[in-house]
């Protein structure tokens, strides 16, 4: 592998000083790959207008075909993140007006390509913002296929499309997973599960991965929800990424009361629990089920 600065009129950042990222990988084969510390572009996906994709200008790499806004990574810099960036650099999109869904990551060893997929929760319209793009549009999932695509986003997008419609979801049964550690929960119950709470929101910012939920594609950005039932229900709740139901009753009962309402919705729906006779109940509405000590592991 080698490595070679752009040459005049290749890609560069629209604002501020050049990044040490914006350079050409060159493999021993000859093939160039933008951005030193790996790429990353974003699909934002509006369910009434489609996904949004950029034409490239003539002189750029691949120009004159449709692509994903997106670019070089920072040094250090997540794929979600260097996405986000890159997507707002180049097309306007407001950080908070998508919500990301999973990633798909083209991984060749000296260089590697996630593509962060998000849908659209606050509409917007995209603005041409650097001279690579042509234009920018909200083109049909049906008529994506119809245009000249960029090769790789060409050979990555029948697998993208098809797991656009997975939508996993994870419910949290609490007091069975704060009971699975003897930390002195009980001396303070909502303090324990506010503790979970912020560790599940971390977990919804930084996803999962995929053969974790034995899903396709990279990585996933579950809908997450936790169940509060006896004194954790006074647990004082900040967390935007994290639904949380207060049982008025049985803490059981209200878990199966979510799952039903989820099981269609979601797929998969994942309960977490350790309780044999809650797992059954719900595996019997047609939601999977992981145990404890399985969340305690994706929390790290």
Same mark, same amino acid.
């Given at each position: 592998m080698?490595?070679?600065?752009?040459?005049?009129?290749?890609?560069?950042?629209?604002?501020?000083?050049?990044?040490?990222?914006?350079?050409?990988v060159v493999a021993p084969t000859g093939e160039k790959y933008w951005g030193?510390?790996?790429a990353a572009g974003l699909l934002a996906v509006d369910s009434e207008r489609?996904?949004?994709?950029?034409?490239?200008?003539?002189w750029s790499h691949f120009g004159d075909t449709w692509a994903l806004p997106g670019g070089a990574r920072h040094e250090g810099e997540s794929a979600r993140d260097g996405a986000l960036r890159e997507s707002a650099e180049e097309a306007g999109v407001p950080v908070d007006a998508v919500q990301p869904h999973f990633e798909s990551v083209l991984d060749l060893g000296i260089w590697s390509y996630t593509t962060l997929v998000a849908d659209v929760t606050i509409p917007f319209e995209p603005v041409i913002s650097d001279p690579e793009s042509v234009a920018l549009a909200w083109v049909p999932v049906d008529e994506v296929e119809d245009l000249p695509l960029h090769p /790789?986003? $060409?050979?990555a997008w029948p697998s993208l499309r098809q797991a656009l419609s997975t939508r996993p979801a994870i419910v949290v049964d609490v007091a069975n997973v704060m009971g699975s550690v003897p930390d002195g929960w009980w001396n303070d119950r909502a303090g324990a599960a506010e503790r979970l709470l912020t560790r599940l929101?971390?977990?919804?910012?930084?996803?999962?991965?995929?053969?974790q939920l034995d899903l396709p594609a990279t990585r996933w950005f579950p809908f997450?929800?936790?169940?509060?039932? /006896?004194? $954790?229900?006074?647990?004082?709740?900040h967390h935007d990424l994290v639904a949380v139901w207060r049982a008025s009753?049985?803490?059981d009962d209200e878990i199966v009361r979510v799952t039903e309402k989820h099981v269609g919705s979601f797929s998969p729906v994942v309960v977490v629990t350790s309780d044999r006779g809650l797992a059954a109940r719900v595996e019997a509405l047609g939601a999977r089920v992981?145990?404890?000590?399985w969340l305690r592991d994706q929390l790290g």
């Amino acid at each position: 592998m080698t490595i070679e600065p752009p040459a005049p009129g290749e890609p560069r950042r629209p604002h501020g000083p050049r990044d040490p990222g914006d350079a050409w990988v060159v493999a021993p084969t000859g093939e160039k790959y933008w951005g030193l510390f790996g790429a990353a572009g974003l699909l934002a996906v509006d369910s009434e207008r489609g996904v949004l994709l950029q034409h490239r200008v003539s002189w750029s790499h691949f120009g004159d075909t449709w692509a994903l806004p997106g670019g070089a990574r920072h040094e250090g810099e997540s794929a979600r993140d260097g996405a986000l960036r890159e997507s707002a650099e180049e097309a306007g999109v407001p950080v908070d007006a998508v919500q990301p869904h999973f990633e798909s990551v083209l991984d060749l060893g000296i260089w590697s390509y996630t593509t962060l997929v998000a849908d659209v929760t606050i509409p917007f319209e995209p603005v041409i913002s650097d001279p690579e793009s042509v234009a920018l549009a909200w083109v049909p999932v049906d008529e994506v296929e119809d245009l000249p695509l960029h090769p /790789g986003f $060409a050979v990555a997008w029948p697998s993208l499309r098809q797991a656009l419609s997975t939508r996993p979801a994870i419910v949290v049964d609490v007091a069975n997973v704060m009971g699975s550690v003897p930390d002195g929960w009980w001396n303070d119950r909502a303090g324990a599960a506010e503790r979970l709470l912020t560790r599940l929101s971390a977990l919804a910012h930084g996803g999962v991965d995929a053969e974790q939920l034995d899903l396709p594609a990279t990585r996933w950005f579950p809908f997450i929800g936790a169940v509060l039932e /006896g004194e $954790a229900r006074d647990a004082d709740v900040h967390h935007d990424l994290v639904a949380v139901w207060r049982a008025s009753g049985s803490g059981d009962d209200e878990i199966v009361r979510v799952t039903e309402k989820h099981v269609g919705s979601f797929s998969p729906v994942v309960v977490v629990t350790s309780d044999r006779g809650l797992a059954a109940r719900v595996e019997a509405l047609g939601a999977r089920v992981r145990g404890a000590r399985w969340l305690r592991d994706q929390l790290g």
